[in-house]
């Protein structure tokens, strides 16, 4: 049976008290042997029992009497055991081959291996959320860190494949991970693709003149073109000054440079136009505040939101879309957007440029920004919120959602260093 005995074995959970056979000798785990599939056998382990050191293979069953059964099949691997692990000791002597075979009989409280099915099939119940909320805040803690580093470096690791992608150009890579931390999640594909068409010679040589960048901005991500425009907004837009000013800058530079752009229809249709975030994306950039020196340069998250925000002027300041009626409220970006880019695009890249340019003070200040930054609001945070987790800063919230995502929802209980925790507890108490 896989479960919980194999995960006391694999982690080593028994107290060293209780490593004794059942004749009475002393066992020394060297090394508990690699967990074979579909099997109950650890091969190639190592032990001390008595005097003496065995390697060989390991074997588990939840009674005693089962050895017998299944030496009668053959099972391959029977031959080289060294040690039979069991719950139930309803045999006196278990023999391969007319020899005497060193007997383990472990003890744990029987309701565990309910507890482990439950997790395995109810994840998002999250029925563990008492052993957890039971731990010391110094595991508590340990781990959080631990998940904290996990999720920066999954992040970093998706970056150093887009730095590849960009020709191991670090200001390229910036902007293609900036831009796809504008589509907030939900956007995000749509933002990349865009960013990847995106001329940033062209962009380069007219970073002067904002028109001329959001000439090609919105050229390249097909949002000139008329049939991009709903209908029903379609003739108020052309006959748009600012409209007309950038299709006349984007049909020149798009002669002069070769521009491509993405199919309009890309960006699907909705509330959640993309217009007043590539306004903001072409100001940052209008502003070098997108520039490699100036992000690695800031130290606080006060600096961060500085940088990254930007009041729009004009024809955005009062504009969802090309055409569309007059609003207000699209001026400055708001703090829960500027946590999430700096979360997702500042932070994670910071740790990688750290890492390349083998930078301690880099990488640890991109993991500190976290700990300056408020936890998320989501429903995978509330979720462990509501069950009792304290969870305080965004250094917080991004460990959540990783163990969440990572561990819960694909049932990684045996990976898990609460599940480590709650077990270990378990068995030295019964």
């Not at 429903?379 to 460990?399: L, M, N, T």
Request: aromatic share 10%; glycine share 6%.
């Amino acid at each position: 049976m896989k479960g919980v005995m194999h995960y006391i074995w694999k982690s080593r959970l028994i107290p060293k008290s209780r490593l004794i056979t059942t004749s009475g000798e002393e066992i020394k785990i060297i090394d508990t042997g690699k967990e074979c599939e579909n099997s109950n056998l650890f091969c190639n382990a190592r032990l001390r029992i008595g005097d003496k050191e065995w390697s060989g293979n390991v074997i588990l069953h939840h009674r005693s009497s089962d050895w017998e059964k299944e030496l009668r099949n053959s099972k391959e691997g029977y031959d080289n055991v060294i040690l039979h692990v069991t719950i139930e000791n309803d045999c006196e002597r278990l023999r391969k081959h007319g020899e005497a075979v060193h007997q383990l009989c472990i003890s744990y409280p029987q309701e565990l291996d309910d507890e482990f099915t439950e997790a395995q099939q109810h994840s998002r119940c999250l029925p563990c959320v008492t052993a957890i909320t039971g731990q010391s805040n110094i595991n508590i803690h340990n781990y959080l860190s631990r998940l904290l580093v996990e999720r920066i470096e999954e992040k970093a690791a998706a970056i150093e494949k887009t730095y590849a992608l960009c020709d191991r150009r670090w200001e390229e890579t910036l902007m293609r991970i900036i831009i796809r931390s504008f589509g907030f999640g939900i956007q995000g594909d749509i933002f990349e693709e865009w960013a990847k068409v995106l001329d940033l010679n062209a962009l380069g040589k007219h970073r002067d003149n904002l028109l001329q960048v959001e000439a090609i901005m919105f050229g390249q991500a097909g949002l000139l073109d008329e049939e991009s425009i709903p209908y029903y907004y379609r003739t108020q837009a052309m006959t748009s000054e600012y409209y007309n000013k950038l299709a006349k800058e984007y049909r020149f530079l798009k002669n002069k440079f070769g521009l491509k752009e993405i199919d309009h229809k890309a960006w699907g249709t909705g509330s959640a136009t993309p217009h007043v975030r590539i306004a903001r994306i072409a100001a940052l950039y209008w502003q070098r505040s997108l520039d490699f020196s100036s992000i690695a340069a800031c130290e606080t998250i006060t600096g961060y939101y500085k940088l990254l925000d930007t009041t729009l002027h004009g024809y955005w300041s009062n504009h969802a879309c090309f055409g569309g009626t007059e609003t207000t409220g699209c001026g400055n970006m708001r703090q829960r957007q500027l946590d999430v880019i700096i979360i997702n695009a500042i932070i994670p890249i910071l740790y990688i440029y750290g890492k390349h340019r083998n930078d301690s003070g880099l990488c640890g200040k991109a993991e500190e920004l976290l700990y300056q930054l408020k936890s998320e609001e989501n429903s995978v945070v509330r979720k462990w919120k509501d069950k009792g987790i304290a969870i305080e800063c965004a250094a917080d919230s991004q460990a959540i959602l990783q163990l969440d995502r990572r561990y819960c929802r694909l049932h990684n209980c045996t990976k898990c260093r609460f599940a480590y925790y709650y077990l270990k507890e378990r068995i030295a108490s019964c």
